[in-house]
T-cell receptor, first 113, second 114 residues
Framework: NAGVTQTPKFQVLKTGQSMTLQCAQD?????MYWYRQDPGMGLRLIYY???????DKGEVPNGYNVSRLNKREFSLRLESAAPSQTSVYFC????????????FGPGTRLTVL | GESVGLHLPTLSVQEGDNSIINCAYS??????FIWYKQESGKGPQFIID?????DKRQGQRVTVLLNKTVKHLSLQIAATQPGDSAVYFC?????????????FGQGTILTVHP
């Protein structure tokens, strides 16, 4: 049971390049989330998927798209990366059954030059 | 949306002391609160949670207190150890239809000196 896994761990992009951050969980959780964390700040919600087949915007969705590929996987895509998207990205999933406790992956550290 | 904030951005304690980390929240509809610990280079790790129908909950060496009257949340760590050094975040769920969506505070850096 690996929990929540994210790939890659590190990535450097040039402005305008695209990439997809991958997230998978093996805990049979229904809901999954993408956050970004900027230096000295808390986490801000980018997008979330309450259940397979649904996605919704969070607090800071601009410049991102997501895909809930199946119950296990939730990807985050940057179509045209900008320096303002330099951040650490965390994926999380939620225990099914009525609590809001989210379990987080180890993060992807993205630098956009 | 409403936000969760922290009173103290940094806290330094000696090993063995008790630590108290505070958090103010503004959304009176929030009915679930969580404390997370984040070590350098890692994702947030669940510590303890509390529902709004409670005012205190205890775990192993940790206690969370909730004061709904003044919208204040605190995390108490007993006999703080160097391994407790990390950033601590409080989070709230916003209540109602915000199920599963958490709003995080800025975080408090806890440093434990041997």
């Amino acid at each position: 049971n690996a929990g929540v896994t994210q790939t890659p761990k590190f990535q450097v992009l040039k402005t305008g390049q695209s990439m997809t951050l991958q997230c998978a969980q093996d805990m049979n959780h229904n809901s999954m989330y993408w956050y970004r964390q900027d230096p000295g700040m808390g986490l801000r919600l980018i997008y979330y998927s309450a259940s397979e087949g649904t996605t919704d915007k969070g607090e800071v969705p601009n410049g991102y798209n997501v895909s809930r590929l199946n119950k296990r996987e939730f990807s985050l895509r940057l179509e045209s990366a900008a320096p303002s998207q330099t951040s650490v990205y965390f994926c999380a999933s939620i225990v099914s059954g009525g609590t809001d406790t989210q379990y987080f992956g180890p993060g992807t550290r993205l630098t956009v030059l | 949306g409403e936000s969760v904030g922290l009173h103290l951005p940094t806290l330094s304690v000696q090993e063995g002391d008790n630590s108290i980390i505070n958090c103010a929240y503004s959304n009176s509809a929030s009915d679930y609160f969580i404390w997370y610990k984040q070590e350098s280079g890692k994702g947030p790790q669940f510590i303890i949670d509390i529902r709004s129908n409670m005012d205190k909950r205890q775990g192993q060496r940790v206690t969370v207190l909730l004061n709904k009257t003044v919208k204040h949340l605190s995390l108490q760590i007993a006999a703080t150890q160097p391994g407790d050094s990390a950033v601590y975040f409080c989070a709230e769920n916003g209540g109602g239809t915000s199920y599963g969506k958490l709003t995080f505070g800025q975080g408090t850096i806890l440093t434990v000196h041997p």
